[in-house]
Every structure is written in C-alpha cells, then in structure tokens.
C-alpha cells in the first residue's frame, strides 16, 4: 500500500521559513512525479512545484520561484519544499502526492496523496 506522509508546517512568522517533508513507502517511485500543492481556506488546490524521481528535474509555478525550493533524498525516499521569505498568503493545507501522468500540474491525475500539514504565517 502506498503512503505519502507530510511533516514540518506549523506557525511562522511573516520572512520566516519552513522544511516540509513528505515521506514515501509502499513501492518504487522511480517512475513517478511528486509534487506539492497548497489549499487555503475557501480556495482550490493549487499546484507549486513538482520533482521528477529519478532525474530530479523541477518543476515550479512563478510565483514561488526563488522562495520555495523542492528536492528529494532517494536514499530516505523522500521529498522535501524549502519555503522561504513566507508571507501571510502561504497560509494553507500542504500536501505531497505522487502521479505517473505528463500533466503534472493538474491536481486531479495523481494517484497518491498525503493527509497534508498546515502551515501558517501570521504577519
């Protein structure tokens, strides 16, 4: 059985930052895509950055690059977002999930989710 699990949000302050980690088990992810989106209260799932497996290739929406940084530790299976310089509005659910689909910016054909961490940024 597949797992994604997230760790690392919690409360910071406005310019501060966080390491989230999204832990996976249950099979090999070389043939996969993982990638972290965000859901603020009221508003959609969004996507931010992806990484591919087993090249490592990156993925990002503009409006975090240069603050947000993924990776991976193939060894620890694991995938990791570097969230710097946060702002209020970063404020949301993060979750972690896994597809084999070229489309990977699109919430809706990846087939692995974690139950997400909240991350909150007062001002």
């Known amino acids: 059985q597949v797992q994604l699990v997230e760790s690392g949000g919690g409360l910071v302050q406005a310019g501060g930052s966080l390491r989230l980690s999204c832990a996976a088990s249950?099979?090999?992810?070389?043939?996969?895509?993982v990638g972290w989106f965000r859901q603020a209260s009221g508003k959609e799932r969004e996507f931010l950055a992806a990484?591919?497996?087993?090249?490592?290739?990156?993925y990002y929406i503009d409006s975090v690059k240069g603050r947000f940084t993924i990776s991976r530790d193939n060894a620890k299976n694991t995938v990791y977002l570097q969230m710097n310089s946060l702002k209020p509005e970063d404020t949301a659910v993060y979750y972690c999930?896994?597809?084999?689909?070229?489309?990977?910016?699109?919430?809706?054909?990846?087939?692995?989710w974690g139950q997400g961490t909240q991350v909150t940024v007062s001002s």
């Open positions: 249950g099979r090999t992810f070389s043939n996969y895509v």
């Open positions: 999930a896994a597809t084999t689909s070229p489309t990977i910016t699109a919430w809706g054909t990846y087939h692995y």
């Open positions: 990484i591919t497996w087993s090249s490592g290739r990156t």
